[in-house]
């Protein structure tokens, strides 16, 4: 099977694909609680669902424009590099 075909992520393959950081993956399951992003334990190896992963980033990207709409986020200025 291949790597884009898996539907459990170990903590590495689920960073690379959620743009997150392992170590904010780790902080999520510890402080989040109930909001974490759902993950299983099997023995000592944390593992995601790739759907799962899925909907937290599209969530997120929700969020974001929720809160640039409604005037709470600001757009990200960006400058020029003179060439």
Do not use: C, W
Request: without cysteine; proline residues 2%.
């Amino acid at each position: 099977m291949s790597d884009s075909g898996k539907l459990l992520l170990n903590e590495k393959e689920a960073a690379a694909l959620s743009s997150m950081s392992t170590h904010y993956l780790r902080r999520d399951r510890i402080t989040s609680g109930e909001n974490a992003i759902p993950f299983l334990r099997i023995g000592s190896a944390i593992r995601y669902h790739r759907s799962d992963l899925e909907v937290t980033s599209l969530r997120s990207g929700q969020l974001q424009f929720d809160l640039y709409q409604a005037g709470k986020l600001k757009r990200p200025k960006i400058e020029r590099i003179a060439t």
